[in-house]
């Protein structure tokens, strides 16, 4: 008799997002150990406090291991344990040394994998916020858009008159303001003295003036500081213009997203008129090209790729394609 450990978190308590992570993980532990499903003789789940919707032992059996015994516990709810975490001990007829197997987010159990950091850089419109939250709920880890972080302080900077081009000033004004990232199912916000911005940093204006404050050195090590804290203490993907050269650069994976300026502007376009602003393609392509030109050539970490990261040009693909292969290239490392 073998015993194989494994461990996966779910993004929030949900049936679906049980069913899938349980799937997933009994389905690597097979894999990863090549194991025949009539080999398997018992499966044991224990849960956190935090998740209520479905039995991971339900879940199994509609998995397809419906074959052996199967059961799941509830953990007592322990300060400081892991978040809507699933654990598992599977219990297999054959003798061999095995894989354990830690996913998602419950990778940081496993001392040896400790976090895990995805770096995602490209200029505005090349996908990578997109792609960054679809990886964070697969991965079941966090997502730090840095780009929020500018924009928020943008925001500030415009709300008070300040002149753009007073670096002190809005240095001093930026101290004084709070600056506060939350996830809410899953999804970031953005607070400034505890309000929400999430949805006002978006307004067209503010990403000009977002590209500006962000050439300021005191700015951006004030910003990294903070988005070095949060890397710090939890896996993140983390996505902007310099997080695999300059915030993080030992991510353990860097990606570079591109993709023509036409087809950015075009995505930029829809995206705005989709939430109802008044927009004109030329002038957001016009944008787009002197937002490119100011993020590339600045003097503090401007936007460009690292010599370690993987080029996509997402011109012509997908947001599932684009997914598909980062995925796969995690994957064959994990
Ligand atoms: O990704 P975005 O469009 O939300 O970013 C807004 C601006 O913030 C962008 O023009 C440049 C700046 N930025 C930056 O300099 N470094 C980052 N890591 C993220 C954004």
Do not use: W
């Not at 213009?241 to 993709?259: E, H, Q, S, W, Y």
């Not at 008129?273 to 002038?283: F, N, Q, S």
């Amino acid at each position: 008799m073998t015993v194989i450990r494994g461990a996966t978190t779910i993004p929030f308590d949900d049936q679906e997002e049980i069913k899938k992570a349980v799937k997933e993980l009994l389905e690597q532990i097979e894999s990863r150990n090549d194991l025949k499903r009539d080999e398997f003789v018992s499966i044991v789940f224990s849960l956190t406090n935090d998740i209520h919707s479905y039995y991971p032992a339900k879940a199994a059996r509609e998995a397809g291991f419906e074959s052996c015994a199967l059961f799941s516990a509830q953990e007592p709810d322990i300060e400081g344990g892991l978040a809507l975490c699933i654990r598992v001990m599977v219990f297999v007829e054959a003798n061999f040394t095995p894989i354990h197997v830690y996913l998602r987010g419950a990778r940081v159990l496993r001392k040896d994998l400790a976090r895990m950091n995805i770096a995602i850089d490209g200029p505005s419109g090349s996908g990578k916020s997109t792609v960054a939250e679809e990886l964070a709920k697969e991965f079941g880890i966090i997502h730090l858009d840095t780009g929020a972080m500018y924009r928020a302080c943008a925001l500030k900077v415009l709300e008070s008159g300040i002149d753009l081009e007073n670096e002190t000033k809005i240095y001093d004004l930026l101290l004084k303001v709070k600056l506060d990232v939350d996830y809410l199912g899953g999804v970031q916000h953005t607070y400034l003295d505890g309000v929400d911005v999430s949805e006002a940093i978006r307004r067209p204006p503010v990403s000009m003036a977002a590209s500006k404050v962000s050439q300021y050195r005191s700015i951006r090590y004030h910003l990294t500081e903070k988005q070095r804290e949060i890397a710090g203490k939890k896996s993140c993907v983390m996505d902007g213009r310099d997080v695999g050269t300059f915030v993080l650069p030992d991510a353990n994976f860097k990606f570079f997203l591109t993709a023509k300026p036409e087809v950015r502007a075009r995505r930029r376009f829809e995206e705005l008129k989709a939430k109802g602003y008044d927009v004109d393609y030329d002038k957001i392509l016009e944008e787009l090209i002197k937002r490119d030109e100011q993020d590339s050539t600045r003097a503090v970490a401007p936007l460009k790729k690292a010599d370690d990261a993987v080029e996509i040009d997402t011109s012509d693909l997908k947001i599932e394609e684009v997914l598909e292969k980062i995925k796969k290239i995690i994957r064959e490392k994990i």
